[in-house]
């Protein structure tokens, strides 16, 4: 599933950037951001207009990502405890 399919306050977990090359900027910088593999990940909020840009927390810290950026992180839906 990647983070833009996500529904809201669904605790998940990072497991792949697409396109992880070093050459891929936008990878690069997702990565940088602290989308890595295992860490926990949830969409907060979607804007208005068709739901761009989502409101993305990963770990404790929340960024504002494109659809088309949060289409490229890979997760992994956590088991509800």
Not at 14 to 20: A, C, K, P, R, T
Not at 32 to 45: D, R
Request: net charge neutral; hydrophobic share 45%; glycine share 10%.
């Amino acid at each position: 599933m990647n983070l833009c399919q996500l529904p809201r306050r669904t605790p998940a977990l990072v497991e792949d950037i697409e396109g992880g090359a070093a050459i891929d900027p936008i990878a690069r910088r997702l990565a940088e951001l602290g989308f890595v593999p295992g860490e926990p990940v949830e969409v907060v909020a979607a804007g208005p207009f068709g739901g761009d840009p989502l409101l993305v927390q990963v770990g404790y810290t929340r960024f504002a990502l494109r659809r088309s950026e949060a289409a490229r992180v890979h997760v992994r839906v956590t088991p509800a405890a």
